[in-house]
């Protein structure tokens, strides 16, 4: 053999372990998030479930259970995505020779981007639809009792939602694009099908994220005032402490001398707000043994840092909107190869960057905070040990939906200079420029009045309780909680 034929064969190998490495290295970190979802999911879930006298209920559960697993890593997945790749640039930018991390390129961050959309697609289209239906189905009529029926009918119903799922999207295209060459392009299934289904299903999860985040943000104060301790001057825990010994101590002595009511009692339901006033007592009596640092620093502190990282963002929305006025590269757009560790994608080096991660994931919390908090959504969230599976499903899905829109709203906000590799990058709305604007400005926008109109309600009610004015017994529209109170009194 000649020396090309040799150096032909040494290239390939190496190409060979390289691959074999990524694939070791992807697969690692998929069995890690794999792992925390399912320690996540077996707390939340229903254990009657999954104890059932009926086995076959008990298996499809699991079945149902495990499938609903693999949609959460997949969720975790993809909001580790962007600031995994930014990282990982910063990293090669910092040390491009060190030997330690030459498993750190390109290949890997590109072949991880193309799977979490793989993944993505597989779960919302298949997984998730045959876990709802495999769990609802009870098998055809006349047919053998089993598993196995249920999973005959859960195939049929599947290729009929694929069927109907088809058309509804062919039809779209024909009605938006009245091309011929667009409608065709729809017959190839993997190539423009499912980038074309999943460019809808992330439109809808942007404009989803369009509304939660703003609500987010403005509820991320109120649900970090509840988990920290108060200044005694924003809260009297010695009284809440009163109040609740003394509903509590009501409640007991109802529970245990039920003839002196004369009205028939529901002794469940006051067992159960016994116990929820327990702990709430043992809550507000962990709260008031808080030491002075963390009751007069953790808590101004806690609300500084959210002030700034919203109010941050907010600016460098802003800052965005000015530059799609007048550079056209500020535009989202794709990136077929990932060139990394050759510039850095913020303006102030690895300090810009860890920033840019720090309000992606700030931003991903505020948005299930939203999600949770907006009343559409309020009745899906999960309940410790006490989540329905089609409730687990739903979650699921709804989860994967704003997880995998994740990487095209911070681009589209200008919140990173990364640009979206793999398929992410292909979606049609991405280029146009109204959209994009007028995304930007809707954001900040309603980020602004939510905070405006959160935040002086907060201390504006604040300032009342820490003074005692709620308890006054004034006019009705000065403070109509109050006199609500001193009108039953």
């Known amino acids: 053999m000649e020396a090309a034929d040799y150096e032909v064969l040494s290239v390939r190998e190496q190409l060979f372990h390289e ?32 104890t059932t006298v009926d086995d076959e209920d008990a298996t499809v559960n699991k079945i ?70 495999f769990t609802e189905s009870e098998g055809f009529a006349g047919s053998k009792k089993g598993v196995l029926g249920r999973v005959y009918e859960t195939v049929v119903m599947l290729m009929l939602l694929t069927l109907l799922v088809l058309g509804m999207v062919w ?21 423009y099908y499912l980038p074309y289904l999943y460019s809808c299903i992330s439109f809808l999860g942007v404009l989803l994220l369009l509304v939660c985040t703003p609500l987010g943000l403005a509820r991320m104060f109120s649900v970090t005032g509840k988990l920290l301790v108060k200044p005694r001057v924003l809260e009297d825990l010695e009284e809440q402490l009163y109040c609740s010994a003394f509903e509590e101590a009501a409640l007991t002595r109802r529970i245990c001398n039920p003839t002196s009511c004369w009205l028939p009692l529901d002794m469940e339901l006051l067992h159960r707000q016994v116990l929820a006033l327990q702990t709430q007592r043992v809550l507000l009596e962990k709260r008031w043994k808080a030491s002075a640092w963390q009751r007069n620093l953790g808590y101004p502190l806690a609300m500084l840092c959210l002030l700034l990282l919203t109010g941050l963002s907010v600016l460098i929305v802003a800052i965005h909107i000015l530059e799609l006025l007048i550079d056209e590269a500020a535009m989202p757009r794709g990136m077929q190869g990932a060139s990394l560790g050759q510039v850095s ?15 992606i994931f700030y931003l991903m919390v505020s948005s299930i905070v939203g ?19 089609t409730q687990i499903i739903g979650n699921c899905v709804c989860l994967l939906v704003l997880s995998s829109a994740l990487p095209v709203f911070s681009r589209t906000l200008g919140l990173t200079r990364f640009d979206l590799l793999g398929d992410f990058g ?4 991405l280029g146009n420029f109204y959209i994009v604007f007028l995304y930007n400005a809707t954001f900040a926008g309603l980020t602004t009045l939510c905070l405006v109109k959160t935040f002086t309600a907060a201390v504006r009610a604040e300032l009342i309780r820490a003074f005692g004015l709620d308890r006054l017994p004034l006019p009705v529209s000065a403070f109509p909680r109050a006199s609500r109170k001193t009108q039953h009194q």
Request: proline letters at 4%; one cysteine or more; a positive charge.
């Open 64 to 133: 149902a259970l495990e499938l609903c697993t693999f949609t959460l890593a997949v969720s975790l997945g993809a909001v580790l995505l962007l600031p995994f790749s930014i990282i990982s640039n910063e990293v090669l930018l910092s040390l491009p020779r060190n030997y330690y991390i030459q498993w750190l390129n390109g290949s890997l961050i590109h072949g991880l981007w193309n799977l979490v959309f793989l993944f993505s697609n597989l779960s919302l289209i298949f997984l998730m639809p045959f876990a709802y239906f």
């Open 426 to 429: 292909r979606f049609n709305w």
């Open 171 to 191: 039809v779209a295209s024909a009605i938006v694009d009245n091309n011929k060459t667009s409608r065709e392009s729809l017959y190839d299934f993997w190539e």
């Open 19 to 50: 691959r074999v490495r990524e694939c070791i290295i992807s697969t690692l970190l998929f069995a890690t998030l794999y792992i925390l979802c399912h320690i996540t999911l077996t707390h939340f879930k229903k254990p009657a479930e999954f």
């Open 345 to 359: 994608f913020s303006k102030l080096g690895s300090f810009g960057a860890v920033i840019q991660v720090v309000l």
């Open 371 to 389: 999600f949770y908090s907006s009343p559409l959504f309020r009745g899906l969230r999960p309940r410790w040990q006490d989540t329905a599976m």
